[in-house]
């Protein structure tokens, strides 16, 4: 039976990674994924129709790092894309993240740079400590706009009140004061030119690398000889959820087909307080070519995205404080999913150099 240096459980931006930068390091790797394709949340396939489709919701690259945009480089071509996201609120199409452009629109005011800096101060409420999203949001554009753009999205996307949400997660919204509708401010917005899982084909085509598909950890954990282990899946689940259950949300994405050049003049249109759906997204702007078009429903299908609630924050510290000890004890490494907050590549070819 084959022994490996590395056995490393999810083949996506994580797993992935460093499963290249251990490969080319010398070791050896048994990379493994319990779905039937590599590249995790952020796989995309060619549908019956030709057209580029993310299985799991958009995933728009974006980092600050030099080092990992040309690290990925290395296995993909780009295409420029900057994203932009409205919002459906009162009839109207507003920008998000709330700038200049929102406000002037839905107030039917003309406030330049300095006007705009008086609205908010005077809308914002002054809340400390800073506890949840609620106050979070409330801190910085105040109840009105809360109201509008947050509270139902937050409601539909995450099943909770804004209150019961980590800080974190509305933290990652800026407020503009000048007219930038970008959804991102990063300084490397692009997409790969043929999708991230073709990105991610060339990045495991290496002969240290061997990958099985349709693997569980559990079947092969006993099974397999490895002398150390990565683990990229949820962290509870590690654990047999003996230390206890994260909760999770699970999302369904319904794609249409339309025969139309162009449904909406941007990526994203969300619907906070419309519809039984989050959000619309035109898969054309992202890729350039297609004409297919996402809704983005809640309905609960499989578990994808782990909620950061405010409830949940001492269970994933222990959660991780386990972790750390057997990282410590076991030769084992965890890597924390958070699909939210390990913004794509930024932090994983960032933080990982092989031993
Ligand atoms: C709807 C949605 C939209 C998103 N949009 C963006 C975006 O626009 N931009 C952005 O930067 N990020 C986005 N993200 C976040 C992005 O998906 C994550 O940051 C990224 O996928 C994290 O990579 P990962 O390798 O840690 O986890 P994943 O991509 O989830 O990969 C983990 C892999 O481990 C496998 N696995 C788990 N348990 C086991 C097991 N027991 N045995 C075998 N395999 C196992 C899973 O099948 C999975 O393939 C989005 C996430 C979601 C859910």
Known sequence: ????????????????????????????????????????????????????????????????????????SKFTDWRFYEHRVLAHVNNQLLPLPINRTTVNKLYKKDFDEVGIEIFFKNVRYEINPIRNSEDVVLSSVGKELCELFFRGYTRKQWGLDLSELSAGVAARIPTRTNDDDRYFADTYQFMPANGYTKMFEKMLQHPKIHIELNKDFKHVRHNVPYKKLIFTGPVDEYFDYKLGKLPYRSLRFEHQHLKVDQLQAVGTVNYPNDHDYTRITEFKHLSGISPVVELLLLKNIRPILEIPTTQYQDLRMSLCINSTKRLQTKSQMFILLDAWRNIVTTTWTKLWAPP
Do not use: W
């Open 1 to 72: 039976m084959n022994s490996y240096d590395y056995l490393i459980v999810g083949a996506g931006f994580a797993g992935g990674i460093c499963a290249r930068q251990l490969a080319d390091a010398g070791k050896k790797v048994l990379l493994i994924d319990k779905r039937d394709h590599i590249a995790g949340n952020a796989y995309d396939f060619v549908d019956a129709h030709g057209f580029l489709i993310h299985k799991y919701g958009p995933h728009i690259f974006h980092t600050n790092s030099k080092k990992v945009f040309e690290y990925l």
